[in-house]
């Protein structure tokens, strides 16, 4: 008999204008991109849960955890908690239950209190530091297998009580540097929810393509959030409402709207500083800033939330392509500068972007939380395929070796590949 197993992926995101400015209620422009993630679950008979990266930080990195003491530590855990009845169906909307609220804000609390010693998420610590693998994995690695197990208890052992999984295997694949910018993370969550969510069958595949917009996808998102809570502290919900819904989106204060634009204007280079930086702490260092200097920072917001809504409309309207196109390198290069000054650059990212404007590409930024990670370039319209090569061919042969890539914007969201029960 095949084995239960199920294959889910997310896509990657670039966000075109209003990082940062996006956390403080100014709007945003995002794209989802041709990266993706893919997260497998599969039974086996093991009695372990073994966590496989691969690739991870350049290299595979596997976390073995025991299953067979994970239930009865975990019930416990759970019976001195709650007193709630709760279930992940939401029988009367036909989506899913919103994450049950002790999971949120025992996120909060817990990164609030920076690890409570009577919080359960410091019981759970416990239990993985009991695993070797656990205890000599990197700080990203934990928090990837740390929110891997809330969420599976939270799933699948707490509202399912199976206590006969036998043993699971999880693989993550992802075409999706990680911390560039590329929104890694929120891939991470959001493919993380629904792999669980459907290998538990509280969701099926053919719901899921049938249901785009629906209910069920609001749902998949809602968890991700929580999920993204966890490992950024304060997300804008951005990241992982890309993820989830794929295509092109602007967005304010959780409110999301679609819109198309010719992919054939919207042309675009990733290039990878490959500096590494944590979102969460590019984001806790606007917040300190704008704290110190309302009256410096605020303005800055302002511009940015301006400058996303004239790209809106520049791309609502019938501008001939390579005024559109000069509109936003204009609009571009303006936000990048912003961000600067916001104290978010680097100088390897503005390396990048001399470069660019060398070879006559005005349009560049970073993109992201920034202080490393990748930037964006935007081709021109009517620029030639030897001119792409020749600045590609230059990003690649400077003494850092930057790796590049064109990307496809506006790619699906959320997908589920394989199912088998
Ligand atoms: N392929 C992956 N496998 C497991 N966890 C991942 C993966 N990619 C990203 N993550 C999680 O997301 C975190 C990176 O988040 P962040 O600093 O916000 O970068 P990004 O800008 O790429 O979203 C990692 O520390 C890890 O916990
Ligand atoms: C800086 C921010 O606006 C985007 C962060 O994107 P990324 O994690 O660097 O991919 C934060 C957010 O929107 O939550």
């Given at each position: 008999?095949?084995?239960k197993?199920?294959?889910v992926?997310?896509?990657?995101?670039?966000?075109?204008?209003?990082?940062?400015?996006v956390?403080y209620g100014?709007?945003?422009?995002?794209?989802?991109i041709?990266?993706?993630?893919?997260i497998?679950?599969?039974e086996?008979?093991?009695?372990?849960i073994?966590?496989?990266?691969?690739?991870?930080?350049?290299?595979?990195?596997?976390v073995?955890?025991?299953?067979?003491?994970?239930?009865?530590?975990s019930?416990?855990?759970?019976?001195?908690?709650?007193?709630?009845e709760?279930?992940?169906?939401?029988?009367t909307?036909?989506?899913?239950?919103?994450?049950?609220?002790?999971l949120?804000s025992?996120?909060?609390d817990?990164?609030s209190?920076?690890?409570?010693?009577?919080s359960?998420?410091k019981?759970?610590?416990?239990?993985l530091?009991?695993h070797s693998?656990?205890?000599?994995?990197?700080?990203?690695?934990?928090?990837?297998?740390?929110?891997?197990?809330?969420?599976?208890?939270?799933?699948?052992?707490?509202?399912?009580?199976?206590?006969?999984t036998?043993?699971?295997s999880?693989?993550v694949?992802?075409?999706?540097?990680?911390?560039?910018?590329?929104?890694?993370?929120?891939?991470?969550?959001v493919?993380?929810?629904?792999?669980?969510?459907?290998?538990?069958?509280?969701?099926?595949?053919?719901?899921?393509?049938?249901?785009?917009?629906?209910a069920?996808?609001?749902?998949?998102?809602?968890?991700?959030?929580?999920?993204?809570?966890f490992?950024?502290?304060?997300?804008?919900?951005?990241?992982?409402?890309i993820?989830?819904?794929?295509?092109?989106?602007s967005?304010?204060n959780?409110?999301?709207?679609t819109?198309q634009?010719?992919?054939?204007?919207?042309?675009?280079i990733?290039?990878?500083?490959?500096?590494?930086?944590?979102?969460?702490?590019?984001?806790?260092?606007?917040r300190?800033?704008?704290?110190?200097?309302?009256?410096?920072?605020?303005p800055?917001?302002?511009c940015?939330d301006e400058?996303?809504i004239?790209?809106?409309h520049?791309a609502?309207?019938?501008?001939?392509?390579?005024?559109?196109?000069?509109?936003?390198?204009?609009?571009?290069?303006t936000?990048?500068?912003?961000?600067?000054?916001?104290?978010?650059?680097h100088?390897l990212?503005?390396?990048?972007i001399?470069?660019?404007q060398?070879?006559?590409?005005?349009?560049?930024k970073?993109?992201?939380?920034?202080g490393?990670?990748?930037?964006?370039?935007?081709?021109?319209?009517?620029?030639?395929?030897?001119?792409v090569d020749?600045?590609?061919?230059t990003?690649?042969?400077t003494?850092h070796?930057?790796?590049?890539?064109?990307?496809?914007?506006?790619?699906?969201?959320?997908q589920?590949?394989h199912?088998?029960?």
């Amino acid at each position: 008999m095949e084995r239960k197993r199920v294959v889910v992926s997310a896509p990657g995101k670039v966000i075109l204008f209003g990082e940062h400015s996006v956390v403080y209620g100014k709007l945003a422009v995002a794209a989802a991109i041709d990266k993706r993630l893919f997260i497998s679950l599969e039974e086996n008979n093991e009695g372990t849960i073994a966590i496989k990266l691969e690739g991870f930080e350049r290299e595979d990195k596997l976390v073995v955890l025991d299953i067979v003491s994970l239930p009865s530590f975990s019930k416990k855990l759970f019976e001195n908690l709650l007193e709630i009845e709760w279930n992940v169906k939401d029988t009367t909307n036909g989506g899913l239950s919103k994450p049950p609220c002790f999971l949120s804000s025992s996120f909060q609390d817990f990164l609030s209190q920076g690890g409570n010693k009577d919080s359960w998420m410091k019981n759970i610590e416990e239990y993985l530091e009991s695993h070797s693998s656990y205890l000599s994995a990197t700080q990203a690695v934990r928090a990837a297998v740390f929110l891997f197990v809330i969420c599976y208890l939270t799933i699948l052992v707490y509202s399912k009580e199976t206590e006969n999984t036998k043993g699971l295997s999880v693989t993550v694949q992802s075409q999706i540097p990680v911390g560039a910018g590329l929104g890694s993370s929120a891939s991470f969550s959001v493919a993380l929810i629904t792999s669980l969510l459907v290998f538990s069958g509280d969701i099926h595949s053919q719901q899921l393509s049938e249901d785009i917009s629906g209910a069920l996808k609001e749902s998949i998102n809602r968890w991700a959030f929580v999920c993204e809570t966890f490992l950024h502290g304060t997300p804008s919900g951005m990241d992982n409402t890309i993820a989830t819904f794929g295509g092109f989106l602007s967005y304010r204060n959780g409110k999301k709207e679609t819109f198309q634009v010719h992919s054939d204007i919207l042309r675009f280079i990733v290039v990878d500083s490959g500096v590494p930086r944590s979102t969460q702490k590019m984001v806790s260092q606007v917040r300190q800033r704008y704290q110190q200097f309302p009256q410096i920072i605020s303005p800055i917001l302002t511009c940015m939330d301006e400058i996303a809504i004239q790209f809106t409309h520049s791309a609502a309207s019938s501008l001939v392509s390579d005024i559109f196109s000069q509109q936003l390198a204009m609009l571009m290069k303006t936000n990048h500068h912003l961000l600067n000054a916001m104290g978010v650059g680097h100088p390897l990212l503005e390396d990048i972007i001399s470069i660019a404007q060398q070879f006559g590409f005005e349009g560049a930024k970073l993109t992201g939380a920034g202080g490393g990670g990748c930037a964006i370039i935007l081709i021109d319209y009517g620029k030639s395929i030897e001119h792409v090569d020749k600045l590609l061919n230059t990003l690649h042969s400077t003494p850092h070796s930057y790796r590049c890539f064109e990307i496809v914007l506006g790619g699906t969201g959320v997908q589920i590949h394989h199912q088998t029960s």
